[in-house]
């Protein structure tokens, strides 16, 4: 069985500041880990995964995310927040054997201060 | 379409009628899912139809939710005798295979149920 945490549902960040999206997960076999964002009223949106290739996962819109398994963590970086980053992020796992079939933390919603 | 495409976006229903949702993945996509988010559970696996394989229902949340996909692509998600509880956005997604679990899955924009 998976499960996922994220730690804090929401987060506050100044423009142009380091944004910060904790994720740890739990998984009885070797995991893949994706990082979604969802906008208003929109669907999901992948941002990134891990694959058991490169530890550091780089994804669109600037986002990177580190894979550490002594951590079971896989967090989420973005040097230099935009005001278009204000979403809802959600960290996910998914086990090979399961298909694609994801589950998600609880979600992150950022709000991005001027 | 280019996406994945739900319909209807919105949906009120009263509590005790039959709702069905509709998925149509993107073409040659194998594999969909359907997800349920709400306020108070997040985002919740329902069910997952990959090829001609048996479903996996393991999330679906009582008898009163049933799902079948025709013809390996469009899928109707139905909700019998909806319940207040019920409200909340269905999204549906699709890949082009399991994957192993890596391939990357494509969402769609949600319907949005409210049982009044």
């Known amino acids: 069985a998976q499960s996922v945490t994220q730690l804090g549902s929401h987060v506050s960040v100044s423009e142009g500041a380091l944004v910060l999206l904790r994720c740890n997960y739990s998984s009885s076999v070797p995991p893949y880990l994706f990082w979604y964002v969802q906008y208003p009223n929109q669907g999901l949106q992948l941002l990134l995964k891990y694959t058991s290739a490169a530890t550091l996962v780089k994804g669109i819109n600037g986002f990177e995310a580190e894979f550490k398994k002594s951590e079971t963590s896989f967090h989420l970086t973005k040097p230099s927040a935009h005001m278009s980053d204000a979403a809802e992020y959600f960290c996910a796992v998914s086990a090979g054997a399961a298909g694609n079939k994801l589950t998600f933390g609880g979600g992150t919603r950022v709000l991005v201060k001027p | 379409g280019a996406g994945v495409s739900q319909s209807p976006s919105n949906k009120v229903t009263e509590k005790g009628k039959d709702v069905e949702l509709r998925c149509d993945p993107i073409?040659?996509?194998?594999?969909l899912y359907w997800y349920r988010q709400s306020l108070g559970q997040g985002l919740e696996f329902l069910i997952y139809?990959?090829?001609?394989?048996?479903?996996?229902k393991s999330g679906l949340p009582s008898d009163r939710f049933s799902a079948e996909r025709t013809g390996g692509s469009v899928s109707t998600l139905t909700i019998q005798r909806t319940q207040q509880e019920d409200s909340a956005v269905y999204l549906c997604?699709?890949?082009?295979?399991?994957?192993?679990?890596?391939?990357?899955?494509?969402f769609g924009q949600g319907t949005r149920l409210t049982v009044v």
């Open positions: 073409s040659g996509h194998t594999a």
């Open positions: 997604a699709s890949s082009l295979s399991s994957g192993g679990g890596s391939t990357e899955a494509f």
């Open positions: 139809f990959q090829g001609n394989s048996a479903p996996d």
